[in-house]
């Protein structure tokens, strides 16, 4: 099986800059941890592990993703697939971000059957992610 082009531009990429490429994490007493969104998944049958996070503002009334980061374990296409969908992220809302799908991610990275689980892995961690801002901002807002 051969990777697309664009799976090995993106992958490679990622290699040469990860800073650029957005890889890393936000922790606990980071300076607005607290706008923070992490999502943590994998896939069993390949052993591909993706960790996504969101930071998030609020712009005019609307919950905008300014930044997110991201740290993959596992093949080509799975780094390839995180990288694309940070790309995708940035200046979303959180509405526009949780529509999403592994569809476009395949249609982008040109991935073969067999690695579409890596895009998967992906539309999972932004739901997941969302659904952990959201659920951190809701008991936030409650403890005001």
């Not at 990860?18 to 998944?41: H, L, N, Q, Y």
């Not at 069993?44 to 609020?58: F, H, R, S, T």
């Amino acid at each position: 099986m051969a990777y697309s082009n664009k799976v090995v531009e993106k992958f490679e990429k990622t290699l040469k800059d990860p800073e650029a490429a957005s890889v890393g994490r936000w922790k606990p007493g980071d300076e607005d941890f607290d706008k923070v969104g992490t999502g943590i998944v994998g896939a069993p049958a390949c052993g591909d592990v993706m960790k996504l996070q969101i930071k998030c503002e609020d712009q005019d009334g609307v919950k905008r993703i300014v930044d997110a980061k991201f740290k993959t374990y596992g093949c080509g296409s799975a780094i390839a697939s995180s990288g694309q969908l940070i790309d995708m992220l940035k200046g979303k809302t959180l509405d526009e971000a949780k529509e999403i799908c592994n569809k476009e991610i395949v249609d982008i990275l040109e991935l073969p059957p067999i690695k579409i689980h890596c895009s998967v892995l992906a539309e999972e961690a932004i739901k997941k992610a969302i659904i952990d801002f959201e659920d951190n901002d809701s008991h936030r807002k409650h403890n005001q």
